[in-house]
């Protein structure tokens, strides 16, 4: 690879990460700062008792205007975007014409009444694609406009609303999924109650001039602490969370991964305005029909104490493959193994026994609900 080829962007924190000794990798990218001198294990702890703060401005931000900006979304995911309500946030998939997953995506509609606003984040390695997929299907009904400009922070634990709510009353009010504009520490930001960790918490989206300012007014605060990528794949682990790329891909339709929550009603079959995105035909007789799967996400726990990494085969007790492990690690909340994988339906029950096959020998594994750490949103 030349020299151009590996550059990395830099986030508008760059600079502070250094300055808080942070250890910089490649994501998606970016130069990212997958842990600070404490540590993966103190950082993940920490914000499941107290408040980390996460960099997450490798993301895409954009916006959708125009009075049509929900209903032309809405054809492009199995999901119900014209009845979300202003001021409310929820989870969107793009999908491709065979069901598969392009990305997986927030959406927050900030203002119907005048126009349309819909406010959109997607994932860091994906948004160039992203963008061009949604202005190339969508853009002669509504104006894709990227956000560039735009860093995007996370504030998550138990403490994260006592730390925030000092530097900008009001945003206790707040429950999960919705969000407003606030002045924070000076700072113009649109916050919502969201995030990727299972536990309270908000996004911060804030213009990148104003970002290094915001990170030093919050990490001034004495609950709050740096957190790196690391950590945050740990936490979104154990909250059965997807990781793009991972546990999701342009191969995987939302029934596969088990996402079928984040199908409405009124887009299935039946409902107001069943089927119309892409892949719905392949993507709703999956929903109507679970015999139609090949291949299904569980959650695993390991019966040994031996961490399983994604990509690990696994197989049933007679040693035949069954599937294969996407995520994986020892959870530091649980003190277990954990893992997400895919297995062939028949094995998909909770309490199935299969085993993954780690350095040539087999590690025995159970099929668990997910969440494995209970979230704990604020749902008011």
Not at 46 to 69: E, I, Y
Not at 77 to 91: A, S, W
Not at 131 to 157: D, S
Not at 264 to 274: E, P
Request: proline share 7%.
């Amino acid at each position: 690879m030349s020299a151009t080829d590996t550059t990395l962007l830099e986030t508008p924190l760059h600079s502070l990460h250094l300055a808080l000794g942070a250890r910089m990798v490649p994501f998606a990218g970016y130069a990212m700062p997958v842990q600070y001198p404490s540590g993966l294990m103190a950082e993940h702890q920490h914000t499941r008792s107290a408040a980390g703060l996460f960099d997450v401005s490798h993301m895409g931000q954009l916006r959708l205007a125009g009075p049509d900006a929900a209903a032309a979304l809405e054809t492009l995911m199995p999901v119900d975007v014209i009845d979300l309500p202003v001021g409310k946030q929820r989870y969107g998939l793009l999908l491709n014409d065979d069901g598969g997953i392009i990305d997986d995506l927030m959406f927050f509609n900030r203002n119907h009444a005048h126009g349309g606003d819909i406010f959109v984040i997607v994932n860091g390695a994906c948004k160039a694609g992203d963008i061009a997929h949604i202005q190339q299907k969508i853009g002669g009904h509504c104006e894709v406009i990227p956000m560039p400009e735009m860093a995007l922070l996370a504030l998550q634990g138990p403490q994260a609303v006592t730390a925030l709510s000092r530097l900008a009353p009001g945003v206790e009010k707040l429950v999960f999924m919705t969000g407003e504009r606030f002045t924070v520490a000076g700072c113009d930001c649109f916050l919502t109650r969201s995030g990727y960790t299972g536990e309270d918490g908000f996004e911060i989206s804030v213009p990148a001039s104003q970002a290094d300012t915001l990170a030093r007014a919050l990490l001034a605060q004495p609950e709050v602490r740096p957190v790196g990528l690391g950590a945050r794949n740990s936490l979104r682990l154990e909250a059965g969370l997807c990781l793009y790329g991972n546990d999701i891909d342009t191969r995987t339709t939302p029934v596969e991964a088990s996402l079928n929550w984040a199908i409405q009603k009124v887009r299935r079959f039946g409902g107001a305005r069943a089927g119309g995105f892409p892949g719905a035909d392949k993507v709703l007789v999956q929903l109507a029909d679970p015999t139609a799967l090949q291949r299904k996400r569980v959650g695993l726990v390991a019966l040994e104490r031996v961490p399983v990494r994604e990509h690990t085969e696994l197989q049933n007790t007679e040693g035949q493959r069954i599937g294969k492990v996407t995520s994986g690690l020892l959870g530091p909340s649980i003190d277990k193994p954990i893992a997400m994988a895919y297995v062939a339906p028949k094995y998909a029950a909770l309490g199935s026994r299969v085993n993954a096959i780690v350095r040539g020998k087999p590690v025995p594994m159970e099929v668990a609900a997910m969440p494995f750490v209970p979230n704990r949103y604020f749902r008011g």
